[in-house]
């Protein structure tokens, strides 16, 4: 079982930044660095959609809405995955959610995800 805890989220105006951080534990260290982790987030009335994947190997996705702004990056010796926003846009507002799958190779979609964080809220202001 894998838990995981999102932080980082608040309130920013258009063009800031911030850096949300997904700390796993539950798994040993050989097993997060074999985890596909993913952001998602899902905006009011929206569907949850993903915004970021990073793989074991470092192979990293990104949605076509964040490219440029937003960077992936994991570190595995602290079980934790970031999320670099900038240029942030008030569309980016939403509940940012942190995903992992185990042993997991290009998942794109919420239902090849198997564990899930709480998530953090993000509002940009205009």
């Known amino acids: 079982q894998v838990q995981l805890v999102e932080s980082g989220g608040g309130l920013v105006q258009a063009g800031g930044s911030l850096r949300l951080s997904c700390a796993a534990s539950?798994?040993?260290?050989?097993?997060?660095?074999?985890?596909?982790m993913g952001w998602f987030r899902q905006a009011p009335g929206k569907d949850r959609e993903i915004v970021a994947s990073?793989?074991?190997?470092?192979?990293?996705y990104y949605a076509d809405s964040v490219k440029g702004r937003f960077t992936i990056s994991r570190d595995n010796t602290k079980n934790t995955v970031y999320l670099q926003m900038n240029s942030l846009k008030p569309e980016d507002t939403a509940v940012y959610y942190c995903?992992?799958?185990?042993?997991?190779?290009?998942?794109?979609?919420?239902?090849?995800?198997?564990?899930w964080g709480q998530g953090t809220q993000v509002v940009v202001s205009s």
């Open positions: 995903a992992a799958k185990p042993y997991g190779l290009g998942a794109q979609t919420v239902s090849e995800y198997d564990y």
């Open positions: 539950g798994a040993s260290g050989g097993h997060f660095s074999s985890t596909l």
């Open positions: 990073i793989s074991w190997s470092g192979g990293k």
